[in-house]
């Protein structure tokens, strides 16, 4: 992927939130003509993505964007176009990049519904300001 064409949502875990968000920001960007794709990203990464994740995708007609969980990196930040995070970062990413901080989104966990629709709310106006 080109350097500045991307954009990388971080959650600590890499396996609901922004595998979330980079899924619905892929399809919006993608029928918005938008030449950025998006990539999911953990500080801390599990195992595997959230069963509850990717059976609420699958129902919602999309696939994850990664197929597990994966770290984040130094390259990852400096290649991105825009840096979003659920969660806190790393200090030394902290001076590498624009992070726009999406701080409230209801665990995926308790409520796979309720944080789709906050996260995709979020993605819309990340969309629309691109």
């Known amino acids: 992927m080109e350097q500045q064409h991307k954009i990388i949502f ?15 920001f892929n399809k ?18 599990d195992a595997e993505l959230s069963p509850k994740t990717i059976a609420g995708l699958q129902a919602d007609g999309l696939t994850p964007t990664e197929s597990v969980p ?3 990196s130094l390259t990852d ?3 991105a ?11 030394e990413y902290q001076t590498k990049a624009v992070i726009n901080r999406w701080d409230g989104v209801p665990p995926v966990s308790e409520d796979y519904d309720k944080a789709r ?13 691109l």
């Open 117 to 129: 629709d906050a996260i995709v709310e979020r993605v819309s106006h990340l969309i629309n300001s």
């Open 77 to 79: 930040i400096e290649s």
């Open 10 to 24: 971080v959650c600590e875990h890499g396996a609901a939130k922004s595998i979330i968000a980079a899924a619905y």
């Open 70 to 72: 994966q770290k984040l």
């Open 28 to 45: 919006l960007a993608s029928e918005a003509n938008l030449e950025l794709r998006a990539i999911a990203r953990g500080t801390s990464p």
């Open 81 to 91: 176009k825009r840096v979003v995070a659920f969660c806190e970062l790393p200090n």
